[in-house]
Nanobody
């Protein structure tokens, strides 16, 4: 397994979770990375991305102001801090590594997802 996501769980609406994604240095080194999610019956959607240095981030509108993506390169780990969670945030969350230093959408590796369930 090249990437592994963790940190999901059951939380009440308004709560927070911190998701983590660890991977091999070969995958993370000098490459951007991103989070996606997939709810039952829906397509996988982009959530957020961060460049290889952690200095540039982008978010889908649905999570702007509530989620924060970051990475700790020394630990080959990426994070997604999720705050003010809503029931519609419930999904399996996946992490992915890009092929380029800036996020391009050309993904080279996916992690197994972690389930986030937000109760109302």
């Amino acid at each position: 397994v090249q990437l592994q996501a963790s940190g999901g769980g059951l939380v009440q609406a308004g709560g927070s979770l911190r998701l983590s994604c660890t991977g091999s240095r070969r995958i993370y080194s000098n490459n951007a990375s991103a989070w996606f999610r997939q709810a039952p019956g829906k397509e996988r959607e982009f959530i957020a991305a961060v460049n290889w240095r952690g200095s540039t981030t982008s978010y889908t509108d649905a999570v702007k102001g509530r989620f924060t993506i970051s990475r700790e390169n020394a630990a080959d780990t990426m994070y997604l801090q999720t705050n003010s969670l809503k029931p519609e945030d419930s999904a399996v969350y996946y992490c992915a590594a890009d092929r380029r230093p800036m996020y391009s959408g050309s993904l080279q590796a996916w992690g197994k997802g972690t389930l986030v369930t937000v109760s109302s």
